[in-house]
């Protein structure tokens, strides 16, 4: 067994940034009043809190600070959107959101039906995409309430159009609400969710977009913080209840060392992304086109689909998923067989049984997820390890073609 560890689960988790660590560090120790008191030194930190706000707002080009929330992760975000926008619209009881979505979404859509909601669960086609033609034909005038719609597929990498998607819903019915949960895109994918000026090239339109989830894991902040973008003017009741803090929209005592953290965070992904991106682009396409050529009977999903440059999920027919991560992680290296929400389930990924991956290849799926600090030569020794795991597994699998005959 290799003692290094090759971390390619970028997805479920990243690291925490050195410059993150160092930001946060004041305030688990000197600094650690509790930025609602009145006195002096507490008035500081509650400072840090409105400057974090106001990097964040620069980061989505967003036209007000109030307007971003903090909250515990993009689970906590997706709740407060779904379950406080239909407290505040009680007329409307249709939603719309895809079949390929995370359980954050899915599960509390689920729960919206037990609750006399009517759902659309909006399918995908063999590479993962939307049908706008489908998306057009479920919006109800009238009644539908919210559009909740993910930019990146989890598992997949898989991007919807949501710039379209939420421009032909405002067209529709400027009252229909519009969400989308970002947890994937954010930090790889410049966002602008100005409604002020001209387009940027440079950005993803967001201007129809009412809100937005994301989590600081995903983009090298500590596990625990999230934040919910909220259009000003947006009809939506809050989540959390019990204290004013966020301006009465989320109670509860702010997380400041962790605040602190998103913000640098994504200040940090703003200052390298050009960087970040083209290195994330070259590392995908070597990795994809040597995996092609190395092994028989593969597929990856969605590759004919517009994806983000940094996630591969790859479908090996005639092998059972578990024990490719098993034999991966016995050389030190981490992937996934999809979300990491979803992990210790046997059953087949709901993204993949909606893209209807064949039964062959469906159990044997794996996600790579890469990052900044991923190099070359870790994706070279994956390279290396894993056609030797693929043909080791075949052999003594009663499904492949060989052992078939």
Do not use: W
């Not at 009517?118 to 995908?124: A, G, I, Q, S």
């Not at 019990?242 to 965070?265: D, L, M």
């Amino acid at each position: 067994m290799e003692n290094s560890i090759i971390y390619a689960d970028n997805n479920a988790t990243t690291c925490v940034a050195p410059e993150v660590f160092e930001a946060m560090k004041p305030f688990f120790g000197p600094e650690y009043f509790n930025p609602s008191s009145m006195y002096p030194s507490a008035s500081g930190v509650a400072q840090e809190i409105k400057l974090a706000r106001k990097r964040i707002a620069g980061f989505f080009n967003t036209d007000s600070d109030g307007e971003i929330l903090f909250t515990s992760c993009a689970t906590e975000s997706n709740n407060h959107v779904i379950f406080g926008a239909a407290a505040a619209n009680p007329n409307r009881k249709h939603i719309i959101t895809t079949a390929v979505e995370h359980p954050a979404v899915l599960s509390v859509c689920k729960e919206m039906e037990r609750r006399g909601f009517r759902v659309t669960y909006l399918p995908v086609d063999r590479q993962g995409r939307l049908s706008k033609a489908d998306f057009v034909r479920a919006l109800e005038p009238g009644n539908t309430l919210l559009v909740s719609i993910m930019h990146a597929n989890n598992e997949t990498g898989v991007l919807f159009p949501i710039a379209d998607l939420a421009r032909i819903t405002k067209e529709t019915d400027p009252e229909i609400l519009f969400h989308t949960d970002a947890t994937q895109s954010v930090s790889k994918i410049p966002i602008s969710l100005s409604t002020q000026g001209p387009k940027n090239l440079l950005f993803e339109d967001f201007r129809n977009v009412d809100f937005l989830s994301c989590s600081g894991h995903k983009f090298h902040a500590p596990k625990g913080v999230g934040l919910l973008f909220m259009r000003r003017g947006s009809r939506i009741r809050p989540f959390f209840i019990g204290g004013h803090q966020e301006g009465g929209r989320r109670g509860g005592t702010e997380n400041v060392a962790y605040i602190v953290g998103i913000s640098v965070a994504l200040e940090r992904a703003f200052r390298s992304h050009f960087e970040d991106h083209s290195n994330l682009v070259f590392l995908q396409q070597y990795f994809e086109k040597e995996l092609l050529e190395r092994i028989p009977d593969v597929e990856i999903n969605g590759i004919e689909a517009e994806r983000m440059p940094n996630t591969t999920n790859i479908s090996c027919h005639f092998v059972e998923g578990e024990s490719i991560l098993y034999e991966l992680s016995e050389y030190g290296i981490c992937a996934s067989s999809g979300s990491a929400c979803t992990s210790g389930s046997l059953e087949p990924s709901h993204v993949l049984r909606a893209m209807n991956v064949p039964f062959t290849a469906i159990h044997g799926s794996t996600r790579f997820s890469f990052s900044r600090y991923t190099t070359k030569e870790e994706v070279d020794r994956i390279l290396e390890v894993f056609p030797e795991i693929i043909a080791r597994l075949r052999a003594v699998s009663p499904f492949s073609r060989e052992n078939r005959h």
